[in-house]
DNA sequence: AGGCCATGAGGGAACGTTATCGCAGCTTGA
DNA sequence: TCAAGCTGCGATAACGTTCCCTCATGGCCT
């Protein structure tokens, strides 16, 4: 075993083909000519030496590796794995890898990632960035040439294509459901982390629209929330927004505990994406609050737990490996030479109503 | 925007800082000989162009690429997102990036993407093979000295190391422990996708020992539930065996439906992986069955709904994220020159009890 | 004062490809 | 019969690194 003989080059096929290595890479490559007979020499060599072309050679003189980098937060998560699924998937199909990372939403490992991936030489990157707001690593990138999709979290300052649902629509769609079923105090569960995002008072002030590219998914999820009640004409009480420090499960539950103790508690709440909801959901699981009598809930992402659970819950849904392909495909096109301005791919959302919203 | 200028090169940074390549490249690379002043030089130039170095090139001559290759089977499964996510963490800290492909369980798929991998130059391997007794292609690869490393399906014809958990003896212990619950009707949902196992009654033939390494996990799980019977003393009914055809989740419903359907109905069921478990549950949900008073269930995997569901699903818990940081570890202790013969890491699991079991 | 050695730096080959260019030798047509 | 064109192939220069070797310089020891 392991045994330290090098794999064959190309040098070796030519030699063995007695053609010089032009000739092997010309039948190779299939350009330029050669004859019949010495196509039939060159691959009867190919074969019998077992001959791979060895890509980072042929890297080094075609200037593309045809590998994507693919920056996410953290692949075990449902929704992250399912789009990195169908980035995968798109690009498998034209003959593209995927070199993967996770940043666990910190700007700085997503710097650090970025810079690992153009080191390596990706072709172009699909990346979720961490803050739309500091995003300067992703215009540099740009502005050297190299394409770049973004998804989840659009960001207009980056000059980049980008996939991803209308947050918005999809959030206001869910809490005039809400509404329209008498609930005034609809508690939501959101994660802004983002210093200048947290007063998120300030995001009612700016007309409550036009500010698409500006703000993080979760951002844009809230302004949705926002939006509906304006559009009812309620109030906001702003102790019925649940912000958690980061993005994890446990920070969820510990805000939907603290939502839910309140004195004046929601009688629904509605959260903005699959941590979140599975938080949030924990934490009313615990309270032993039956559900939908005492509250309503409406999640975030078709999880699959989503119909186990009784009363199956009602979720928006993002067409999860959609994204991903979307975004790959559009990736691929762009390094395929599609010019033109960046676009802002916005896929529908499914709002599925199940079991867990009653009215009050 | 599009600046189509080419990044500098190591021979911009010479010229700048009026040395050789040589030398530019020592002090980059912090080995040989240089003084003081033309590191300073050196660093300077490196600073005001933003020289980066093209790890492609270096690759060429280093003949590293410092890229782990990663064959699994479906990424967005919790289980595989789980294990890369411990992949890409350990691989992180020893400065390794990683190249991902699905296989979908298909041999051929995995084929491809071995090949694949091994023309970018991967320094090693660690794959989830879609079946133990079809690894010629993983075989070769060892042969050629390059490093593999297996993860939750062992194969000792590879020659490889490999990190599981001993599925025998975890499946023992849950299904000793319905049997002593007073079970004696216990279904099992696996999938035996490969056809020589399908029948599995031959499984219990060979002493019903000493043949890790030969098969799938599935079977191994299987084998364990064979084993803890006939610990017991308990005959097993071959038709308590709800066999499904691949790694779907409708089909493990639907084997569950029959299963549950049959006059002779067991009392308990296990699972025997996150699929399965899913699927099996999604069935008994649908049929309104009250658990665990009707039926137990044990089921594989600590999914993050099994605690939310009513009752809370006892389950067989594998360290997801410790499997992949593990079979990273391995793989780079062997890059970095760690001899001996192919190790077998059987990671220990846990048997969380929760509510769905209950004496018969 | 002369020889030696340590120090610093440059030259250049190599890694395995691709692809441009030029050049024989042959065919073709007037 | 000879120019022109075409066909098939080889030489060779990249691509951006690393790193081995060689060489000049200067200081120190005897």
Redesign the interface.
């Known amino acids: ?4 003989a090098q ?1 064959p080059t190309i040098h070796d096929v030519a030699r063995l083909a007695k053609v010089s290595t032009s000739t092997a890479s010309r039948v190779l490559g299939n350009y330029g000519r050669f004859s019949e007979a010495t196509r039939k020499r060159v691959l009867d060599a190919i074969e019998t030496l077992g001959y ?6 042929r ?2 003189v075609t200037r593309r ?1 045809d ?1 994507l980098g693919v920056v996410c937060a ?5 929704f ?3 789009v ?2 169908g980035i ?2 798109e690009a ?1 199909k034209s003959g593209y ?6 940043t666990d939403e910190d700007v700085r490992s997503e710097r650090e990632a970025v ?2 991936l ?4 990706v072709d172009g990157l699909i990346v979720a960035t961490a803050d739309v707001g500091d995003v300067e690593h992703l215009r540099a990138v ?4 190299k394409h770049v999709v973004l998804f989840d979290r659009p960001s207009s300052a980056v ?1 980049a294509d980008a996939v991803t649902v209308d947050d918005v629509a999809a959030m206001r769609e869910a809490v005039t459901y809400l509404l329209s079923h008498g609930h005034r105090r609809i508690g939501i569960l959101t994660e802004l982390r983002i210093e200048r995002e947290a007063d998120w008072a300030t995001l009612l002030r700016p007309g409550l629209d036009r500010l698409r590219g500006e703000i993080n998914a979760s951002a844009a999820r809230l302004l949705g929330y926002l939006r509906a009640h304006r559009d009812a004409g309620v109030e906001v009480d702003p102790s019925l927004v649940g912000r958690t420090g980061g993005y994890d ?1 446990e920070g969820a539950a510990e805000a939907t505990r603290r939502l839910l103790a309140s004195p004046a508690r929601p009688t629904a709440l509605v959260t903005t994406d699959n941590m979140m909801t ?1 938080g949030a ?2 934490a009313v ?1 615990e309270l032993d609050i039956e559900m939908p009598r005492d509250l309503s809930f409406v999640g975030f992402d078709n ?3 989503t ?4 009363p199956a819950l009602t979720v928006i849904e993002q067409p999860v ?1 959609e994204i991903g392909a979307r975004a790959a495909r559009k990736l691929i096109d762009r390094l395929n030479g599609d010019e033109g301005p960046p676009e802002l791919i916005e896929l529908p959302t499914s709002f599925l109503v199940r079991e867990s919203v009653a009215a009050v």
């Open positions: 075993m392991a045994s330290s794999p791979r072309p060895n890509s980072v050679a890297s080094m590796t590998t953290d692949i075990s998560s449902p992250f794995s399912g990195v699924r995968t998937d498998r890898s995927i070199l993967l990372t996770n810079n690992l153009i080191d390596k030489q740009r502005s050297h040439g000059g499960v599975l959901y924990q699981r999880l699959d737990w119909t186990l659970v009784r490996h």
